[in-house]
């Protein structure tokens, strides 16, 4: 090891010196709670930590503490930007073959243009992290290993400090007991804008029935008060709980917390090959087996939910067609039971074709009609005129890619941001010509169920 660290560079150096080098060290440690470790880092790295668990359950990630940070304040090109910086990077990467690769995390913002003064307010319009100390659960199997991004030219004694941080973080996760309190009532709910809700959903059938858009994307915040200070591990060990088929997803910026569980995934890349998910069309679950099976029947029969679900299909199929090979679209949704609601599904999968890496297909995609629009440009200009709300982290891509450029992106539904005392939910639905917009307003009322659920939020109906 203190050959690799004091390797003189041969290797391109771009990052900030061109001394620039990127260590990083793999060790496979016995059975871990991802919470625990995620609550071991607490103390000392409380704002630079995440939390990602993939929807089948397979991989689970935890980052503390940042090696580096990759941020952007650009608009259109802010995918491009983190990428050549995850390049440049990555070019300096000094790696055994046993040892993981690194991870990259972090997300995107939706819409860089719309500009309001909001709880977003300290987020850049993209924001990664590399962890200085990560763990990786796959397939049941714990690896953690240190990330050290440096330009001096000699960092062994660095290193042997990052060596016993890991031992110490990882005894604190496995020895001390891990638990938490969960006693924080919320002491006041404020529906933000309901009636400018109401009314922009009718704005927006109305235009779409003139002809300006076939399809807009409407959401709506909430933001709950608590008595004390909200718990980050808590809110996350209280969601994945909540909804166990979802990818679960937590991003800490300062003194903010973004989490949820989301059903969409928006890319997958492993090897070549690359998933995505056409999810767009709800009804909620059923009181009794018999009347969900009616629902989903329903659901699936319905012409307003085929078509908010169809340009989904429509748009995914054919950025998949220009850059991947191979694809297959099935013809027809299936449903996909959450907890409180049943959505239409479709997944679609190709192999990458191009040069392409995670993020141009990350930029071809978001947004996707599901969360978006049809045409995007003009639902985008809509949603900006109409919504009056800055999405945030919302509705954009979350998630992570690595050195090896595998990776995988889900859409930031289902969550909240919380600061202090204040929680922000955040829910939405897909606006057609016939929509009407009480029910779209019942439909959020599912939508934010889960993170509701999770903060220990009353259900509403
Ligand atoms: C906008 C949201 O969800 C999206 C809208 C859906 C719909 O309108 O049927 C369904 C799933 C998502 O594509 C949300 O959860 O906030
Ligand atoms: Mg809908």
Redesign the pocket.
Known sequence: MSRKLTDSHTMKNTINSPYTRFFTETIEVGRMSPFAFFEAGFQKYKEERFYWQNADQTLTLVGIGHAVTLTSDLHEERYKDISNQWNDLCNTLIKEEEDAAPILFGGFSYDPNQVLQSEWNQFPSAYFAVPSFQLKIEDGRSYVSINLVTDKPEASLEFEWLRQERDRLIHLAQVKEFSFQYDNPIVSMEERGKDRYIEAVNNVTSLIQSGKADKV?I?RSLVLHFEQELSAVAALYAISNEQQESYQFALQHNDCLFFGA???RLIEMKNGKVLSAC????IRRGNSAEEDKQLGEALLADSK?RE?HHY?VEMISKVFRTHCQQVVVPKNPKLMKIRDIQ??YTPVEGKIASESDIFTLVKALHPTP??GGVPTSAAMEIIRQEEGMDRGY??APIGWTDSSGNGEFA?A??SALINGKEAYL?????IVADSNAED?YD??WV?FRPVLRALGGQLNG
């Open positions: 994307v959401a989301t059903p969409e999810v767009a069309g709800s939910n908010e989904v959505h239409l599901a969360l919302y509705a859409v539904l289902r955040y829910a939405g639905g897909g779209e439909e959020t939508k």
